[in-house]
């Protein structure tokens, strides 16, 4: 369901709650979401109206819809339309429909903070922005460098992370700085905050455009301030309002129109009073709203706290593109029961409500009071009057936005985020840097200790555990019965499996991971991309289960699969089909016959011809390869092998490049219920600290392992990329730091091979690989049984194919226990004992070798990485 989908399709009697309640974080459509939370904000209708103002309100609109500048527009094309105009500037799908989510919360409310901005240059996009980092962080508190993100984005990161340090906090103080760029209504945020319970104190710097009261040049900004108060059983007390005369926009939108001012707004460049709001703009200043030193003294309070504390620059603000924010969410239980202070929220409003009006006035109004009546109005109509050229002006932004038309604008799906009122969940990670300043760049560390002391960090843990916690609920309480929580259903979200993720997305170099029940839930989710119709590329020596997935459920979907050698990247390109193909799915090794494929040359090809380009990379994990960084968008690691280690745990994670195709994942594994559960997460987390360790191990085991075969008289060929006679030994090189610890073997003999495996002790016999135990099987009669038979024979997968996953045991005792296996086998077909080896040891590698030829890869990379900062 699209946003406008979500904003319409709504009663005359419900459409005025579009803003007022907050639904349930799982169930909000992805549409009306933030990058960092996807939050359906919606508030309850005010009931303290008053007939006189409502009156007035429908005789203005009523107005203003006759006025021969202005013209009527449905509320769902309108938005639709500046969704595209807004993407039209280069922004992303997730980040547009935050953005029209704010633009459109002014709009509604008739604040100079709407929609103008996205024609007027209010949506400046940098092109060299990153994404925000967290710079110092502590349970309470966090700055954020925005790196040039625009600033809705950053507000929205900074709201995200107040809300989740309050939550287990009770309070909360984020900062950020680094950005140019509006935040947009104020209010928006503030209300946001309020709406978790909390109390919501917001604060914008801004350039110079506002003159201290007794001078005409401009010093601060419009500095707004919004305070946002949760209540009992209505909608939070919003407070929103600049420091200024009035709002930039509001100058702006007067210049576009070529309407005058009043004449106390501000001044000309030469300090005489102006009502042209081009002069006031062009080098002139805005006063303070109140036109005395009490506003002006105001406006300098926010400067300072949403300045020098933060991070902001402290002068020529339009030029240093450094502008701060500051954001602060305090739980009302922190100083008592909650319940009681909205009791007394109730008592004084209550009274300021039902003071006497003076003599022919009207009821006094509380803050936001009339701007969400107004909201309602117009949401009820599903209609709204806006300035001509502003809509010509929108319609021609549209007209050059990517994708399809506004009638259809290209929104991702509903991607539900375990964030109710604004955490930070795996929506999009927010990455910390911890106490380490954004202009000095940090110091690469190895695998090893990423895993231990990974530098993004998602849970706010107010007792610094040294095992992170465990969540083992399937619900989640929420604040009040209007009000959403972080998380609310652990199907859709839950902090271990978010924990989990965001390690697993920085180990891998991805912007979000998901964690799914088993690989081949997450291999589904890969395939899901791919609609009816549609067509998906694939190696021809796949997983047993994969291949299954494509042969028998693929085209039942209506998808047509097309199986092909992968170790040519030709062959890649031969398949693809022009406008169908949706998918490339890749491994590398692949299994079992530990085949290599040109990752970055197969990724090149399969974004060529517009596709997805996925990668197994279960064999190798994050600890010897990182396909991301070749290219893939996908990586597909089965958290059933090395991430967990020691066959207690099935599950698999996928890392992918891009939030909005992590949109869509998300959308597929939450709606068929296929996230890792709690404990599994837990487990899997755990599996991480040892993986590199274990890996490294096995590795050399298995090095071990292949030197031995490889000299053997009775295997045929053995298929290990570290053997510099395996075909892809240079491409593995090339893109991975080791060639692993599986390989597999042929014997020509099924009665040899089965022998082999029958007879050894410490291997054990079973489908898998990865464990600290080492393995071995016959995968054309156990992993790969579902294959047909014609189908292995035809793709060169020999039934005495024998594959073993090396474990950590003491390699000395695995080479003597395969070598009285091989000697076993070797009587049973009757190959003479002496022509095998004397010793299990004869072509052992030296001790370390492969930990050495790691070592020695990675000091490299290093050294390269040191060069390239120092150009």
Not at 451 to 459: C, D, F, M, Y
Request: glycine content about 8%; overall charge negative.
């Amino acid at each position: 369901m699209m946003f406008s989908d979500r904003l319409l399709g709504l009663s005359a009697t419900s459409a005025p709650r579009l803003f007022e309640r907050r639904l349930p974080v799982h169930a909000r459509a992805r549409a009306f979401c933030s990058p960092h939370a996807d939050v359906c904000r919606l508030r309850r209708r005010n009931q303290r109206t008053s007939s006189l103002i409502v009156s007035a309100i429908r005789l203005a609109a009523s107005a203003s819809t006759m006025a021969a500048s202005e013209e009527m527009i449905e509320l769902p094309t309108l938005q639709q339309l500046a969704l595209q105009a807004i993407r039209a500037q280069g922004f992303s799908d997730s980040d547009s429909s935050t953005m029209l989510e704010v633009l459109m919360y002014a709009e509604l409310r008739g604040n100079s903070q709407g929609l103008v901005k996205v024609v007027s240059g209010g949506l400046p996009r940098d092109a060299s922005s990153q994404p925000p980092i967290v710079e110092h962080e502590t349970s309470v508190s966090a700055r954020i460098n925005a790196r040039g993100s625009y600033g809705m984005i950053v507000m929205d990161a900074a709201v995200c992370t107040a809300l989740d340090k309050a939550a287990s906090g009770g309070i909360a103080v984020v900062g950020t700085h680094g950005n140019a760029s509006g935040t947009g209504a104020l209010g928006f945020w503030a209300d946001r905050i309020a709406q978790a319970g909390l109390v919501g104190i917001v604060l914008s710097q801004s350039a110079e455009y506002v003159a201290p009261h007794g001078s005409h040049e401009a010093v601060y900004g419009t500095n707004p301030v919004a305070f946002g108060i949760p209540r009992q059983g209505e909608s939070p007390l919003v407070l929103d309002m600049a420091t200024s005369s009035t709002a930039y926009f509001a100058l702006v939108e007067a210049r576009r129109a070529g309407r005058p001012v009043a004449d106390d707004i501000g001044f000309d460049a030469s300090g005489a009073v102006s009502t042209d709001p081009g002069a006031i703009l062009d080098g002139g200043a805005m006063r303070s709203f109140d036109r005395s030193f009490k506003g002006s003294h105001l406006a300098l309070m926010v400067e300072l706290l949403a300045g020098p504390l933060v991070g902001g620059a402290v002068a020529d603000k339009a030029s240093s593109g450094n502008w701060g924010n500051l954001v602060i969410a305090i739980d009302p239980k922190l100083l008592g029961n909650a319940d009681r202070f909205k009791a007394g929220v109730e008592a004084v409003l209550s009274r300021v409500s039902d003071a006497a009006p003076l003599r022919g006035a009207s009821p006094v109004r509380l803050p936001g009071q009339s701007a969400a009546q107004l909201a309602a109005e117009r949401l009820a109509a599903g209609q709204l009057s806006l300035d001509s050229q502003l809509l010509q002006d929108l319609r021609a932004l549209a007209e050059a936005a990517p994708g399809d038309s506004p009638s259809a604008p290209a929104v991702s799906p509903p991607a539900p985020h375990p964030a109710a009122s604004g955490g930070p969940g795996p929506s999009r990670v927010l990455l910390m840097a911890a106490s380490v300043e954004p202009e000095q760049p940090q110091q690469p560390r190895g695998m090893s200790t990423n895993a231990i002391h990974p530098r993004s960090k998602t849970l706010a843990d107010p007792y610094q555990a040294m095992s992170p916690p465990l969540y083992q609920t399937a619900t989640f309480g929420q604040p009040s019965a209007t009000e959403g929580g972080p998380y609310d259903y652990t199907r859709s979200g839950n902090p271990t499996r978010t924990l989990f993720e965001a390690q697993v997305a920085a180990l891998e170099g991805g912007d979000r991971a998901l964690a799914f029940t088993s690989g081949m839930a997450a291999i589904s989710a890969i395939v899901r991309l791919a609609a009816a119709g549609q067509h998906i590329i694939a190696g021809d020596d796949l997983y047993g289960g994969t291949s299954r997935l494509l042969q028998r459920v693929a085209p039942a979907l209506g998808i047509s699969v097309s199986n092909v050698d992968m170790t040519d990247p030709k062959n890649v390109e031969a398949a693809m089909q022009a406008g169908k193909t949706a998918v490339v799915m890749v491994e590398s090794p692949t299994n079992p016959r530990m085949q290599i494929c040109d990752i970055a040359a197969i990724a090149d090809i399969a974004h060529a011809g517009g596709a997805i380009c996925s990668v197994d990379n279960s064999i190798l994990a994050p600890v010897f390869q990182r396909p991301l960084d070749l290219g893939a968008d996908i990586c597909m690691t089965s958290i059933t092998k090395f991430i967990g280690g020691h066959s207690d745990v099935t599950g698999g994670v996928l890392s992918i490049r891009g939030h909005d195709l992590a949109d869509r994942i998300y959308f597929t594994q939450n709606a068929e219920g296929a996230g890792l559960a709690p404990y599994d997460s837990w487990l899997s987390a755990r599996g991480l600290k040892t993986m590199a360790l274990r890996m490294e191990r096995q590795a050399e085991n298995c090095a071990a392992l292949a030197a031995y075969l490889d000299a053997h008289p009775l295997v045929k060929q053995v298929n290990y990329a570290g053997l510099d006679s395996h075909p892809g030994a240079d491409i593995n090189r090339r893109q991975a730091s080791s060639a692993g610890s599986l390989l597999s073997f042929t014997t020509n003999s099924i009665e040899a091979s089965k022998t082999i495996v029958e007879e050894t002790e410490l291997f054990k016999i079973t489908v898998s690989f990865g464990s600290v135990t080492s393995l071995i099987s016959l995968p054309c009669f156990m992993s790969h049984a579902s294959i047909p038979a014609e189908i292995r024979a035809a793709r060169g997968l020999p039934d005495d194919l024998v594959r073993i996953s090396a474990g950590i045991e003491d390699i000395d005792d695995l080479l003597i226990d395969l070598h009285q296996a091989m000697q076993k086998a070797m009587t049973k077909v009757g190959m003479p004992l002496e022509q095998g080896p004397s010793s299990p040891f004869q072509h052992k590698p030296p001790a370390g070798s492969e930990a050495a030829a790691l070592r020695a890869q990675v000091q490299a990379l290093q050294a390269e990485l040191a060069s390239l900062r120092a150009q």
